[in-house]
């Protein structure tokens, strides 16, 4: 059973067109991650959450936004994509210090067009 | 903050040969420390863990690696590598409260001859 579940999978997007992207977990994990990731790159921090409490990468650019309404669901918008933002994103959580690992999901590769 | 150093960006070994990757962490606490595996177009798979206690782990696939503290290190090895096992690898470190992110390194492309 999928337990980190991003939608969508593959997400095609016009240039300047925000888009959101969203990721669930069923874990009950208090922190959850998400990553960008380019082409024979290692995944990049973007922000992560620690209960509600917001931390975001300081080279993470304005255009990338997140929320997270409660701690099932999070979502990452970009605002405004350019072409330099096509990428696969991946989600995580995990419960920080608590000898287990972060769970990923499927990620979402976006496409911008 | 924490950090991952990954040295080596491409490695090559033959079929059945023994592999090393190297990764070196930097991190004022005891760190938490992980190895993924990434093939082409796929997702990170967990190869193993290390939070205490006995510092050579076991993981899955017949990998393991071992954390020394004095050398900042957790190298990933196998005793004989198999041609599925091509793929990225990445050494990832995470922190205490307060600093509760998971960091990557760069990774290791790893490619195997027949």
């Known amino acids: 059973d999928a337990m980190v579940i991003q939608n969508p999978r593959y997400q095609v997007t016009q240039f300047g067109k925000p888009v959101t992207l969203s990721c669930s977990q069923t874990?009950?994990?208090?922190?959850m991650y998400w990553y960008q990731q380019k082409s024979s790159q290692a995944p990049k921090l973007l922000f992560h959450?620690?209960?509600?409490?917001?931390?975001n990468e300081a080279d993470t650019p304005d255009n990338f936004q997140s929320r997270r309404p409660n701690t099932s669901f999070c979502f990452l918008d970009i605002r405004s994509p350019g072409l330099g933002d096509a990428a696969m994103y991946l989600c995580?959580?995990?419960?920080?210090?608590?000898?287990?690992?972060?769970?990923f999901g499927q990620g979402t590769r976006l496409t911008v067009v | 903050a924490q950090s991952v150093t990954q040295p080596d960006i491409h490695i090559t070994v033959s079929e059945g040969a023994s592999l090393e990757l190297r990764c070196n962490y930097s991190?004022?606490?005891?760190?938490?420390l992980f190895w993924y595996v990434q093939s082409p177009g796929q997702g990170l798979q967990l190869l193993l863990k290390?939070?205490?206690?006995?510092?050579l782990v076991q993981g899955i696939k017949g990998f393991e690696a071992e954390f020394k503290r004095s050398q900042s290190s957790f190298n990933l090895r196998k005793p004989s590598v198999h041609w599925s096992d091509a793929a990225e690898y990445f050494c990832?470190?995470?922190?205490?409260?307060?600093?509760?992110?998971?960091?990557f390194g760069t990774g290791t492309r790893l490619t195997i001859i027949p």
């Open positions: 995580a959580t995990s419960r920080i210090r608590q000898g287990i690992e972060a769970f």
């Open positions: 874990l009950n994990h208090n922190v």
């Open positions: 959450y620690y209960d509600k409490d917001f931390n």
């Open positions: 991190y004022g606490a005891t760190p938490y």
């Open positions: 290390y939070f205490s206690g006995d510092t």
């Open positions: 990832a470190v995470e922190g205490d409260f307060g600093n509760e992110k998971l960091t």
